[in-house]
């Protein structure tokens, strides 16, 4: 719509922001190329939602530039407003009112011409398989169907960016799905997406472009694939059932590790099946019996915990609010 | 941004409705209250106040003393709804939806304010209509009866606005249906119920320059036909200066920014 054929769909310059002391952002900066998902990846209170907060115009920045295709968000907000969609962390639908009443109320603060309002609404009951439940208060709707309608509401408008705080947590695996698969369609109609997360297959499976956000500030950047080569990468982990054997497959196989006590080895591995086959065939042609296998590849949990000394888990996050 | 000014409150104020609708005991509690109060008074204390009043006349009197009493208290009680309707909205996401869509920003209390003008509007009428039934008899002239309608309307703007304001600084819904609660008892300790007059001193000062009083006593002789003297404009007065306060108020509540 408002986008501005160059640059990036997001700049976001040196972003700082404090509530009294505590310093939430600390001067973060990042961008995101129109039409890609960038995720920011970080434990509770280490300053995502803050960053939407800021970002959807809803929170004014202490310092720092933000622009969103191309236009400041503290000098035209209402600029920004039309450009952007939000759905938050916390269900942003009206209960009292039915699902289609829901998405025709979105649709009159849109300003959308009659006609085409309900073409609107009909179609994204449709797209986001609300139409049979179009007619019951979103009081009756499970956590998924409220997950969809939210967004839904969020799409009347036709955003072309798109501020998704933490979008599938809380939802059943089968709900997460759905929202990944509506999360991607978006992205392939041109609609750039910058969504929050501590999930972590979310972000590998979703992103373009990952920043791993720690107590305010931006620890790491890039592709999900560039982050995880950034730490010791895969292996293969053999157990033997005897010394001999142990000893044998030491010697043909080249290892990267030895544990003589438990009688295992690590052989370093790129994950592909030919590289596991060599590795099998290899013991095959010496004859060494393997009592156990299995396959470690980095993601970005290994990622997470190598870059902020902490697994990405609710509780480490919690434990760490009640010390600061 | 104003020239979505109307649109949007209409838009925010079929969503008010909408929200009484579906949820109707919500609105039938500030009938069902001055109903009964009004029924209570006038049967049960009726017959012993009425001849209390300067001038004696039982029942029937007491029905034409009270019933301006009883609209003013209709105000105050329906304001309550107000009230929990702003702070159950702030206290949802939804709020956070409407602050980053291009509309017109202050369409969110504008669609409670005018929601709850009309929810005033359909109280007083059922309790003027309940009032005629049992007793009460205005000889007031169309052009008087007007007046009360735009008295009562200024002090239903005063305290409405006043309501938004406790809804967007409760911290819960449940905070929020308290605060108006003094709201309610004001009409008491006023000229609403008995005459001042009637008071022991420390009360009776208090109720002769409460906001209360000069508003109930300006009703009560516009319906009666007698004149309005001073009441009228230390009414009209006390309503502006609420209304402008709450006002006031209530746009910083709303524009101030959320704590994390």
Same mark, same amino acid.
């Given at each position: 719509?408002?986008?501005?054929?160059?640059?990036?769909?997001?700049?976001?310059?040196?972003?700082?922001?404090?509530?009294?002391? =505590?310093?939430?952002?600390?001067?973060?900066?990042?961008?995101?190329?129109?039409?890609?998902?960038?995720?920011?990846?970080?434990?509770?209170?280490?300053?995502?939602?803050?960053?939407?907060?800021?970002? +959807?115009?809803?929170?004014?920045?202490?310092?720092?530039?933000?622009?969103?295709?191309?236009?400041?968000?503290?000098?035209?907000?209402?600029?920004?407003?039309?450009?952007?969609?939000?759905?938050?962390?916390?269900?942003?639908?009206?209960?009292?009112?039915?699902?289609?009443?829901?998405?025709?109320?979105?649709?009159?603060?849109? =300003?959308?011409?009659?006609?085409?309002?309900?073409?609107?609404?009909?179609?994204?009951?449709?797209?986001?398989?609300? +139409?049979?439940?179009?007619?019951?208060?979103?009081?009756?709707?499970?956590?998924?169907?409220?997950?969809?309608?939210?967004?839904?509401?969020?799409?009347?408008?036709?955003?072309?960016?798109?501020?998704?705080?933490?979008?599938?947590?809380?939802?059943?695996?089968?709900?997460?799905?759905?929202?990944?698969?509506?999360?991607?369609?978006?992205?392939?109609?041109?609609?750039?997406?910058?969504?929050?997360?501590?999930?972590?297959?979310?972000?590998?499976?979703?992103?373009?472009?990952?920043?791993?956000?720690?107590?305010?500030?931006?620890?790491?950047?890039?592709?999900?694939?560039?982050?995880?080569?950034?730490?010791?990468?895969?292996?293969?982990?053999?157990?033997?059932?005897?010394?001999?054997? =142990?000893?044998?497959?030491?010697?043909?196989?080249?290892?990267?590790?030895?544990?003589?006590?438990?009688?295992?080895?690590?052989?370093?591995?790129?994950?592909?099946?030919?590289?596991?086959?060599?590795?099998?065939?290899?013991?095959?042609?010496?004859?060494?019996?393997?009592?156990?296998?299995?396959?470690?590849?980095?993601?970005?949990?290994?990622?997470?915990?190598?870059?902020?000394?902490?697994?990405?888990?609710?509780?480490?996050?919690?434990?760490?609010?009640?010390?600061? | 941004?104003?020239?979505?000014?109307?649109?949007?409150?209409?838009?925010?104020?079929?969503?008010?409705?909408?929200?009484?609708? !579906?949820?109707?005991?919500?609105?039938?509690?500030?009938?069902?209250?001055?109903?009964?109060?009004?029924?209570?008074?006038?049967? $049960?204390?009726?017959?012993?106040?009425?001849?209390?009043? %300067?001038?004696?006349?039982?029942?029937?009197?007491?029905?034409?003393?009270?019933?301006?009493?009883?609209?003013?208290?209709?105000?105050?009680?329906?304001?309550?709804?107000?009230?929990?309707?702003?702070?159950?909205?702030?206290?949802?996401? @939804?709020?956070?939806?409407?602050?980053?869509? !291009?509309?017109?920003?202050?369409?969110?209390?504008?669609?409670?304010?005018?929601?709850?003008?009309?929810? $005033?509007?359909?109280?007083?009428? $059922?309790?003027?209509?309940?009032?005629?039934?049992?007793?009460? !008899?205005?000889? %007031?002239?169309?052009?008087?009866?007007?007046?009360?309608?735009?008295?009562?309307?200024?002090?239903?703007?005063?305290?409405?606005?006043?309501?938004?304001?406790?809804?967007?600084?409760?911290?819960?819904?449940?905070?929020?249906?308290?605060?108006? @609660?003094?709201?309610?008892?004001?009409?008491?300790?006023?000229?609403?119920?008995?005459? $001042?007059?009637?008071?022991?001193?420390?009360?009776?000062?208090?109720?002769?320059?409460?906001?209360?009083?000069?508003?109930?006593?300006?009703?009560? !002789?516009?319906?009666?036909?007698?004149?309005?003297?001073?009441?009228?404009?230390?009414?009209? %007065?006390?309503?502006?200066?609420?209304?402008?306060?709450?006002?006031?108020? %209530?746009?910083?509540?709303?524009?101030?920014?959320?704590?994390?």
């Amino acid at each position: 719509m408002n986008l501005r054929d160059d640059g990036p769909a997001i700049t976001v310059t040196g972003l700082r922001k404090s509530f009294g002391e =505590h310093a939430v952002l600390d001067g973060i900066t990042f961008a995101v190329e129109p039409g890609t998902v960038f995720a920011l990846l970080g434990p509770n209170g280490s300053g995502k939602t803050t960053t939407v907060s800021i970002l +959807s115009t809803l929170l004014a920045p202490d310092a720092g530039d933000v622009l969103i295709a191309g236009r400041d968000v503290v000098r035209e907000p209402d600029a920004i407003r039309a450009t952007i969609g939000l759905t938050g962390q916390f269900s942003a639908v009206d209960d009292l009112l039915t699902g289609r009443e829901n998405l025709a109320l979105m649709a009159d603060l849109q =300003h959308l011409p009659r006609g085409g309002a309900r073409r609107r609404v009909d179609e994204l009951l449709e797209r986001f398989e609300l +139409s049979d439940a179009a007619a019951r208060t979103a009081a009756t709707y499970s956590g998924g169907m409220r997950r969809r309608l939210d967004l839904a509401m969020t799409l009347v408008g036709t955003p072309t960016v798109l501020f998704l705080d933490e979008p599938t947590t809380g939802l059943d695996p089968r709900s997460r799905r759905t929202m990944w698969d509506s999360i991607t369609a978006l992205v392939a109609k041109g609609v750039t997406v910058l969504l929050t997360t501590q999930n972590l297959e979310e972000a590998d499976r979703l992103a373009d472009q990952v920043a791993i956000l720690d107590a305010g500030r931006l620890v790491a950047q890039g592709t999900p694939e560039e982050l995880k080569r950034r730490v010791p990468g895969g292996h293969i982990d053999l157990e033997f059932a005897d010394a001999a054997a =142990h000893a044998a497959a030491a010697s043909v196989l080249h290892v990267s590790a030895r544990q003589d006590d438990t009688l295992a080895l690590q052989v370093p591995t790129d994950a592909h099946a030919a590289t596991l086959r060599r590795v099998l065939s290899e013991l095959d042609d010496a004859h060494i019996d393997v009592a156990n296998l299995s396959l470690h590849t980095p993601d970005l949990d290994d990622v997470f915990l190598a870059l902020t000394g902490q697994p990405a888990t609710n509780e480490a996050a919690m434990a760490r609010e009640r010390t600061s | 941004m104003m020239t979505f000014a109307v649109r949007d409150s209409a838009t925010m104020l079929r969503r008010n409705l909408r929200h009484l609708q !579906r949820y109707p005991s919500l609105a039938l509690f500030p009938i069902l209250m001055p109903v009964v109060f009004l029924l209570l008074f006038v049967y $049960v204390f009726g017959g012993t106040l009425g001849n209390g009043l %300067a001038g004696g006349g039982g029942r029937h009197a007491y029905a034409n003393f009270i019933t301006p009493g009883v609209l003013i208290f209709t105000v105050a009680g329906a304001v309550q709804i107000t009230a929990i309707s702003v702070a159950k909205d702030m206290t949802e996401g @939804i709020i956070a939806r409407f602050k980053t869509m !291009r509309i017109w920003r202050p369409s969110v209390l504008a669609g409670h304010v005018l929601g709850s003008l009309i929810l $005033v509007f359909v109280s007083l009428l $059922v309790v003027s209509g309940l009032a005629l039934l049992i007793g009460f !008899r205005s000889p %007031a002239s169309p052009l008087q009866w007007l007046a009360a309608t735009g008295l009562l309307a200024l002090l239903a703007l005063a305290l409405i606005w006043l309501a938004v304001a406790f809804g967007l600084v409760a911290k819960s819904v449940e905070t929020a249906s308290n605060l108006p @609660i003094f709201l309610i008892l004001l009409p008491f300790l006023g000229s609403g119920f008995v005459p $001042v007059d009637s008071m022991p001193a420390g009360l009776r000062w208090f109720a002769s320059h409460q906001p209360f009083t000069p508003v109930t006593d300006t009703l009560r !002789r516009l319906l009666q036909d007698q004149p309005t003297g001073t009441a009228a404009p230390t009414a009209i %007065a006390w309503c502006l200066a609420i209304t402008g306060l709450a006002y006031l108020w %209530a746009r910083h509540l709303y524009n101030r920014q959320p704590k994390h």
